[in-house]
């Protein structure tokens, strides 16, 4: 069973998606809107059903104290969107507080320049967020 990866945001969502078992992340695409955020609903929708996905990771972003601030009540929105539209999934909310950090880094240490980061850091952030679930789970060899 495969599990997407969702890095939310205003203008860009980044997605990745398991390996069919479950253990590793890949990036998957990036997807782009503005307003409209059925664009983002109905892309998603066909990722899910063209692999099979019945849980989706959402990264969650919460304020380093912990606390829920606005980018965090829009990701809320968002996930009640997901749900209403995509009914027969689960929807995990994750915490993704450094995730855009991270990807950062990982950008940096790949040589990624700087023209191609806007295209690939919200799918890098995605693979850390589903990757991140993905280990929690604990799956052993």
């Known amino acids: 069973m495969r599990v997407l990866g969702i890095d939310y945001g205003d203008s860009r969502i980044g997605i990745a998606i398991s390996d069919p078992l479950g253990w590793t992340a890949q990036a998957l695409e990036t997807i782009t809107?503005?307003?409209?955020?059925?664009?983002?609903?109905?892309?998603?929708?066909?990722?899910?059903?063209?692999?099979?996905?019945?849980?989706?990771?959402?990264?969650?972003?919460?304020?380093?104290?912990?606390?829920?601030?606005?980018?965090?009540?829009?990701?809320?929105?968002?996930?009640?969107?997901?749900?209403?539209?995509?009914?027969?999934?689960?929807?995990?909310?994750?915490d993704e507080r450094l995730t855009t950090v991270a990807a950062n880094r990982t950008m940096y240490e790949m040589g990624i320049k700087k023209s191609k980061k806007k295209l690939v850091v919200d799918q890098i952030a995605a693979v850390y967020i589903l990757q991140g679930y993905l280990d929690s789970k604990g799956k052993v060899l």
Do not use: C, H
């Open 33 to 94: 809107w503005r307003s409209d955020v059925e664009v983002p609903l109905k892309r998603i929708s066909e990722l899910v059903e063209e692999y099979g996905v019945k849980t989706v990771i959402v990264g969650f972003p919460k304020n380093m104290d912990g606390t829920v601030g606005a980018r965090g009540e829009k990701t809320i929105e968002f996930i009640d969107l997901l749900q209403q539209r995509i009914k027969d999934i689960e929807v995990i909310k994750w």
